[in-house]
């Protein structure tokens, strides 16, 4: 079965990618949404390898809602 990519995301997830996700450490949304397609499964994890919420955390929530959503397609995917 397919692994989910970047071009098969809805657009509400995919929108503004190259637009910093977050603002304090230069994080692309791109780059958080790579980074849970490659497999993080917490905001922490997501944190941790690309260093967004590690400013004054403003940006977690917004990390948290594309963990969610993403991790919920890709459990649909696999029972596809
Ligand atoms: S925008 Fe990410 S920590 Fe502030």
């Given at each position: 079965m397919p692994e989910l990519s970047l071009?098969?995301?809805p657009e509400t997830i995919t929108r503004n990618l190259s637009r910093n996700l977050c603002?304090?450490?230069?994080v692309p949304r791109q780059e958080v949404i790579e980074c849970i397609l490659q497999?993080?499964?917490t905001w922490?994890?997501?944190s941790d390898k690309t260093y967004a919420c590690q400013g004054s955390?403003?940006?977690e929530r917004q990390v948290k809602r594309l963990v969610?959503?993403?991790n919920e397609l890709k459990a649909q995917n696999s029972s596809d």
């Open positions: 071009e098969s995301l603002v304090c450490y230069d497999g993080a499964s922490e994890e997501v955390g403003c940006c969610e959503q993403i």
